[in-house]
């Protein structure tokens, strides 16, 4: 019998960089578009229609007695594979992933960055399957959400775990790859939902500003979160700066990139706000604080434990997007030759600004796909 492997499970083996081989059997379109991947993640890549008839296209690239994880987009089409498998070629460890490439994309992994110095966390949550990145401050019995995703049940979850109440939900930027839970969760928990206001100009529910000089203190004043405005991504992106250690750069600065300017149609308009925001208002700030973006790229990006984190000075040293001199170039590399635009962006941001509101299943079709909020140079 078949065993089942759950998100969670299998996102323990890929934070872990445990040496992992799955086997996906999706369309080849799909597969290439959107998979999983980590560091010592192997994937082969076998539409499931070409197994119908044996599992011939695939016995010799598989070892019998090894781990194979068996993905699909539900949980169906992988789980007769992964007993085809059993059944006719005698392979004696073969798993299927529940709930398929839909769940994967819906799993959140929390990671621990670090202790605060006047005692709290800060914890990190990794969507895997969409490589966004969401944070949670605690801090005597408070706590505050950065980049909420839509699964807002596990940040309660969480929060309960840790025996804080959720006070504040903070969207760093209107966002357009994924939808908030950020006014959600604010609403269910009765916290305060902030936003940039310059990205809340469509905004049609309540919202408090996020903006420079208006500090947001999560438990006893103990620890600050300290709004500065770093526009390029959206014209309100706003970067945090927490305990005076911890950068969270939004969509503005990634690990291995940085972030795009045209999911709103404003390129030319922005990349000048762009560039000022990563080489003149970054460049003000201490080397030695901690970047935590809202998003990763690549598998690489993943740390010890699936964290995802990079000093400051280290990042103008090798992030190749902060080191074009040129400004003209900088321009054409963030302005043409873009990766696709994010799978429903414009619906996304219209459902971030509470002008429509899909069924939970169409929310959920909206997000499939990669993270593609970054320019890579």
């Known amino acids: 019998m078949t065993t089942p492997i ?9 934070v872990n960089h445990e040496k992992t081989l799955i086997l996906d059997v999706r369309n080849t379109d799909e597969f290439d578009n959107w998979k999983i991947e980590g560091g010592n993640v192997e994937v082969i890549n076998e539409p499931y229609f070409n197994l119908l008839d044996g599992i011939d296209p695939v016995a010799e690239k598989l070892d019998k007695d090894q781990a194979v994880i068996v993905v699909c987009a539900k949980g169906g089409s992988s789980q007769m594979v992964a007993e085809l498998l059993e059944e006719e070629g005698g392979f004696t460890n073969t798993y299927n992933l529940e709930g398929g490439m839909k769940a994967w994309s819906e799993h959140l992994e929390p990671v621990k960055i670090g202790n605060l110095k006047d005692g709290g966390s800060l914890y990190q949550f990794v969507r895997l399957g969409k490589g966004c ?55 269910k928990v009765g916290g305060t939902y902030h936003l940039p206001p310059k990205d809340a100009t469509e905004l049609i529910y309540d919202f408090k500003g996020l903006e420079e000089r208006n500090d947001i203190v999560v438990g006893n004043t103990k620890v600050k979160v300290q709004p500065i405005y770093s526009p390029g991504h ?52 201490s080397e030695d604080l901690i970047v935590l973006p809202a998003h990763y790229s690549f598998a690489e990006e993943l740390g010890k434990g699936g964290s995802v984190f990079a000093r400051l000075g280290d990042l103008y040293q090798r992030n190749e997007g902060l080191q074009v001199d040129d400004e003209d170039v900088f321009r054409k590399m963030v302005t043409e030759n873009l990766p696709p635009q994010p799978n429903a962006y414009q619906e996304i941001r219209e459902t971030n600004m509470g002008k429509i509101t899909p069924e939970d299943e169409k929310q959920r079709e909206m997000e499939i796909g990669p993270n593609r909020c970054a320019v890579h140079g």
Do not use: C
Not at 243 to 268: C, H, M, N, Q, W
């Open 234 to 285: 959206t014209i309100g992106s706003t970067s945090l700066i927490i305990d005076d250690e911890y950068l969270l750069t939004g969509d503005i600065l990634f690990v291995k990139s940085i972030g795009r300017p045209d999911l709103a149609g404003k390129a030319e308009d922005w990349v000048g706000d762009l560039r000022n925001s990563l080489y003149k208002r970054y460049k003000e700030l």
């Open 6 to 14: 759950t998100t969670s499970e299998l996102a323990k083996k890929v």
């Open 133 to 187: 990145l969401s944070y949670m401050v605690e801090s005597d019995g408070e706590a505050a959400i950065i980049d909420t995703n839509r699964m807002i049940d596990i940040y309660e979850a969480f929060a309960k775990e840790k025996g804080v109440q959720i006070k504040h939900l903070i969207d760093t930027h209107l966002h357009a790859d994924h939808i908030s839970g950020g006014r959600a969760l604010a609403d």
